[in-house]
């Protein structure tokens, strides 16, 4: 439809004209001496026109061959331009492809043609990021410092990188050193607080850890399990630093609530201190871990058993009188009926420690409960079925590592 109009526009145009050319009869002279020129009218307005027409391209002729260098320049720039651009997209999807190689190669060739500086330094981090993957130490500090002669707002993402490259190669120095270019650049980067939680911890630093978790958790920057286990590593760290059960007992006071009756934490303070001898306190600590029915408890029930032959007599007589108590809560608790069975023996109290051991059996049979029984069979003059429980025991553990 819209070719129709337009041919119909040009018919009608070019009839216009017709008629014009037609009544128009004039005529022009044109006197240069000796010479007369007489042309018409109309003619000469066709003349006119197509001279300056063709004058104009002339001209525009004439300056695109003198811009030719210069546009031969841009279309090569703008080749290459775009050559940079694909080859950066190839290595953002090579390096999340787990192409590191092939992520540092097209990075790499981007950097020829790049002309914008918020590319190149992209294509630089990529490139440090994997050549680092790539193990190859030596061109990674390379892009590390072309990335230094940017721009300082480019820094920041320099110093995370350098930060985290260090981190994963264990340099806590370098790493720390990095996180505090970054935190002068942004202090309230939460990303720069979360590596420097790990590069604390694996300095060995717990206040350190326990204040920067402590932070995150309020800023929603980590999840509650994550600070959980973050405090744990750092109570541990601080565990292996005490040298006494008073020591111990100091600290855990300072333990916040929540935390003090984790069984992981409580498992670990029970080594610590089987570790420094103070097995009664230990005790103390499963005892009361055992009372709070909120958590499953069979690794610190298996300890309280490991615990009985150290025990002081006053100790298990204590431990004794709460048992039933632990029962309740946990009728199903094999290691706990073998664990209260053990400190009935140590007692001597023969027929309580019997029925405790063989309740273990009825729930679980494991080789500790039916050795434990062949010992108290052998003390209580019952040969007989001592050797049942020994040969039962032996099966048990042939039964395991042959």
Known sequence: MKFTLWITALFALAVLLALLAKLNTGYAILFLPPYRLEISFNLLIVSMLVLVIGLHYLLRMLTLARNLPKEVRRFQREKKLKTARHALREAGIAYFEGRFQKAEREASKSLKGEESIENQALALLIAARSAAAAGDIEKRDEYLN?????????????????????????????????????????????????????????????????????????????????????????????????????????????????????????????????????????????????????????????????????????????????????????????WLLMAIGRLAIQQQLWGKAQSYLEASLSIKPTLCAHAELAKLFEATGKEEQAQQHYHKSLEMALAQHC
Do not use: C, F
């Open 146 to 334: 072309r990335l230094d002669t940017l721009p300082p707002r480019l820094q920041l993402a320099r110093h995370m990188l350098d930060a985290e490259l260090k981190l994963e190669a264990k340099d806590a120095p370098g790493a720390l050193d990095a996180i505090e270019r970054a935190r002068a650049l942004s202090p309230s980067l939460t990303n720069a607080m979360r590596l420097e939680l790990k590069v604390r911890l694996l300095q060995k630093q717990p206040d350190a850890v326990l204040a920067l978790s402590e932070k995150l958790l309020k800023a929603d920057a980590l999840e509650p399990e994550q600070a959980r286990r973050y405090r744990l590593a750092a109570y541990q760290q601080q565990l292996v630093t005490l040298l006494s059960g008073k020591e111990v007992q100091d600290w855990l006071r300072k333990v916040p609530d929540t935390e003090r009756h984790n069984p992981q934490l409580v498992d670990q303070i029970v080594s610590r201190l089987q570790v420094l001898g103070d097995y009664d306190y230990a005790a103390t600590l499963i005892a009361q871990a055992l009372a709070n029915d909120e958590h499953d408890t069979p690794e610190l029930s298996q300890e309280l058993s490991r615990l009985a032959e150290h025990l002081s007599a006053d100790k298990r007589l204590e431990l004794l009188k709460t048992a039933e108590n632990w029962l309740k809560k946990r009728p199903q608790d094999h």
